[in-house]
């Protein structure tokens, strides 16, 4: 193909809906949605809200509800980009 021809087909990819982007999954696929956050795992657990509030920071709250730990194959998720931080 020519660059054009690469550049056309990667804008047409860009501009696709979800639904329509899913259709084009060669295999099954993990939607981030379906990843709970820290704190909805710790409360799974069974671990006391109440404790955490207490012991835990106003900042540090906040990122129990951004921050979730994945285990598994991460080539599944449902992202535009994997990024590797090495030197």
Known sequence: K???QKKK???EK???TL???RK????DYVPLNSIL???EEMKGKGQNDEENTQETSQV?????EKVSLYRG?????EVDAIVNAGE
């Open 73 to 77: 194959d991460i080539t599944l998720l």
């Open 37 to 39: 956050s820290w704190k």
């Open 2 to 4: 020519t660059p054009s």
């Open 14 to 16: 860009i501009n696709m």
């Open 60 to 64: 540090k709250k906040s990122l129990t």
């Open 19 to 21: 639904e329509e982007r």
């Open 24 to 27: 084009e999954y060669l295999r």
């Open 9 to 11: 087909k990667i804008t």
